[in-house]
C-alpha cells in the first residue's frame, strides 16, 4: 500500500515570499502519478499541479512548481510571490498508473499554509 | 459549466440512523469516487464508479457503508445504523474518464455529525 506523509502540519509566510512545502511517498509501483490538491476553507479541493513519475522535468503551473526527487521519493511544491489568496490546506496525493484504471488518490495529512498580509 | 453538487451540505443523525448522501457529478462524466475525511486528516478513498459499475469497494470501512449509481450519473452513499466515528465529511468527485491523466473535480461535501 501507498503512503503519503507531509511533516509540516502548519505553515506561516509574509505575503509575496515564497515558500516551499514538503511531501514524501512511499511506494513499491514505478508508474504513478503525483499531485498537489488545495481545500480552501469553503472545502472544495481544487487541483493545484500533477506530476508524472516517467518525467524527469518538474511540473510547473504559473506561480507552483514541484521539486520532484524520484529516487528520494520526494515531491514538494513551491509557491512564488504568495498570495493571500493561497491561504488553505494543501494535501500532496499519490495514484497508481494502472493503464486506465484508478485506485482512488492517496492523500497525505495535510498542510496548513497561512499568508500573512 | 456546473460543478460537482452534493446534498445536503451537513447532516446531524443520531447514533443508530441510517443516512443517504447524495452526489451530482459534472455531466458526462465516467467516473464517480467518494472520499471520507475525519477532521483534520486527508481525504481517504472509500470507492468508485465507472458508469453504473462500481468497480473498487474496498476502502469502505464496514457492511454499514452501501454505494450505488444506478444510472451511471447521480450516486447515492448510504451509512446504515450510523456510529459517532463516522463523523466526517463526505467528499465526492468526479472525472471524465477513468485514470490519473483525467483531472478529479471535488464537490463541496457533506458534513456528517452523528450524535
Known sequence: AQTVTQSQPEMSVQEAETVTLSCTYDTSENNYYLFWYKQPPSRQMILVIRQEAYKQQNATENRFSVNFQKAAKSFSLKISDSQLGDTAMYFCAFMEDSGGGADGLTFGKGTHLIIQP | ?115
Open chain 2, 1 to 115: 459549466g456546473a460543478g460537482v453538487s452534493q446534498s445536503p451540505r451537513y447532516k446531524v443523525a443520531k447514533r443508530g440512523q441510517d443516512v443517504a448522501l447524495r452526489c451530482d457529478p459534472i455531466s458526462g462524466h465516467v467516473s464517480l469516487f467518494w472520499y471520507q475525511q475525519a477532521l483534520g486528516q486527508g481525504p481517504e478513498f472509500l470507492t468508485y464508479f465507472q458508469n453504473e459499475a462500481q468497480l473498487d469497494k474496498s476502502g469502505l470501512p464496514s457492511d454499514r457503508f452501501f454505494a450505488e449509481r444506478p444510472e451511471g450519473s447521480v450516486s447515492t452513499l448510504k451509512i446504515q445504523r450510523t456510529q459517532q466515528e463516522d463523523s466526517a465529511v463526505y467528499l465526492c468527485a468526479s472525472s471524465l474518464a477513468l485514470g490519473a491523466l483525467y483531472e478529479q473535480y471535488f464537490g463541496p461535501g457533506t458534513r456528517l455529525t452523528v450524535t
